[in-house]
Nanobody, 114 residues
């Protein structure tokens, strides 16, 4: 069992940056995979990237080079650093933990607009 809480969403202008956080209720070493997803209204959920318990990362082509996933072991927190944001990045962003099943946070809204 794990509880996840996303934070850091907000309003940002195109070209700006935002850092999202996902705080987990247990050690990141006990979570096989922590992933980031987003969903815009009327659209399917989109996978953005993931980080494993060993610290390795993978990213979707749509955000590769702009988004970076990192972790703070002491704080049980995984972050998503988003740079060069575009209006197309507007969505609700979610983190997901996979242990044996999957667990989702409540999401945080990111709006990119001038």
């Amino acid at each position: 069992q794990v509880q996840l809480v996303e934070s850091g969403g907000g309003f940002v202008q195109p070209g700006g940056s935002l850092r999202l956080s996902c705080a987990a209720s247990r050690s990141l070493f006990s979570i096989t995979i922590m992933g980031w997803y987003r969903q815009a209204p009327g659209k399917e959920r989109e996978w953005l990237g993931r980080i494993t318990s060993s610290g390795s990362t993978n990213y979707a082509d749509s955000v590769k080079g702009r988004f970076t996933i990192s972790r703070d072991i002491a704080k049980n927190t995984v972050s998503l650093q988003m740079n060069s944001l575009k209006p197309e990045d507007t969505a609700v962003y979610y983190c997901r933990a996979y242990i044996s099943g999957e667990y989702w946070g409540q999401g945080t809204q990111v709006t990119v607009s001038s």
